[in-house]
């Protein structure tokens, strides 16, 4: 981290506040966006998932997981860093 950095610890809140219950061969889309005190930076982190049961729903923010709170079934899956540029979405 330089002395430009800026680093947000955001909290456990699903995709947007979704706690998505994906099936093979499903998928979830979703859009975000941040402020940038620049022209340019980069996010990277992590999706936090877990092995739920067969019958289990999606969930939202703020509902109890089970799954979540149980180090056997929770896992990280990485989230490569990728560039964020103003106004590329709407150049591009």
Known sequence: DSKDDI???????????????LRPGQVFEYMSGTD??????????????????HDRLSSRAGDH??????DGEKFEVKVA????????????
Do not use: Q
Not at 65 to 70: K, R, S, T
Not at 81 to 87: A, D, I, S
């Open 81 to 92: 860093p990728f560039p964020l540029e103003v106004g590329s979405a709407m150049t591009g």
């Open 65 to 70: 997981v089970e799954a979540l709170h149980d």
């Open 36 to 53: 940038l005190a620049s022209t340019r930076g980069v996010m990277n982190g992590f999706f936090y998932m877990a092995k739920v049961p």
């Open 7 to 21: 680093v947000v610890d955001s909290p456990a809140t699903g995709a947007v506040g979704h706690l998505p219950v």
